[in-house]
């Protein structure tokens, strides 16, 4: 596609619910970035993706989170059993390689009631 | 490790003033620096972008210029314009093959009044 795509764009779920995030990245761009933005904040990085290698989950904040990566392409963010502190708006970055500027997506709004 | 610094916000203008926001960087080798922008709403998207030093990025109006010897990406603009209103982002990436390479930071709030 023209741009990085995410789903939902919005998504309310009740606490202890799992949900999932989905990243449609720009084809052809390698890397592929989530990050977590809460009201008001700067970038929270959570999980990077490059090519074939093991991603770097250093930004996880905890093991209710998890992300994979198909075929080099479309990722998938899960948190489960939600808690209100995980709301936030997630955001999924792409970039041709490392060291390249990153296009990001609209974001998912996560409210967790 | 290789990071960011970036004013405190939140900064408020009025129209047609001079805008500078400053950036730091701290790295090893030789990062790209980028200014990305969040309009209120919307998603971050890259306003400019400097890969090597001396190199100045433009667009919009808004100038920064990569600079080794103070290690600073300022981002400036001569005429701020309500449209202005947004979130600005200093951000360097890095080659790595060891993992994440992308470093934000914290986000400076401009608010520019009639």
């Known amino acids: 596609g023209a741009g990085v795509s995410q789903s939902p764009s919005n998504k309310v779920t009740e606490k202890g619910k799992d949900v999932e995030l989905r990243c449609d990245p720009i084809?052809?761009?390698?890397?592929l970035y989530w990050y977590r933005q809460s009201l008001g904040q700067g970038l929270e990085f959570l999980i990077y993706?490059?090519?074939?290698?093991?991603?770097?989950k250093s930004g996880l904040p905890s093991d209710r989170f998890s992300a994979e990566r198909t075929g080099g392409s479309v990722s998938t963010l899960t948190i489960q059993r939600t808690q209100q502190e995980d709301s936030a708006v997630y955001l999924c970055?792409?970039?041709?390689?490392?060291?390249?500027?990153?296009?990001f997506g609209q974001g998912t709004r996560l409210t967790v009631v | 490790g290789n990071s960011v610094t970036q004013m405190e916000g939140p900064v408020t203008l009025s129209e047609e003033a001079f805008l500078t926001i400053n950036c730091t960087y701290t790295?090893?080798?030789?990062?790209?620096l980028f200014w990305y922008v969040q309009y209120p709403g919307e998603g971050l998207q890259l306003l400019l972008k400097?890969?090597?030093?001396?190199d100045k990025g433009s667009n919009k109006g808004f100038e920064a210029t990569y600079r080794k010897e103070t290690t600073s990406f300022h981002l400036e603009k001569g005429s701020v314009q309500v449209s202005d209103s947004a979130v600005y982002f200093c951000?360097?990436?890095?080659?790595?093959?060891?993992?994440?390479?992308?470093?934000f930071g914290k986000g400076t709030s401009l608010l520019v009044t009639p």
């Open positions: 970055a792409s970039s041709f390689i490392q060291g390249t500027e990153a296009f």
């Open positions: 084809s052809g761009h390698t890397a």
């Open positions: 993706f490059q090519g074939n290698s093991a991603p770097d």
């Open positions: 790295a090893t080798g030789y990062p790209s």
């Open positions: 400097a890969t090597k030093a001396d």
């Open positions: 951000a360097l990436s890095w080659d790595s093959n060891s993992g994440y390479a992308l470093n």
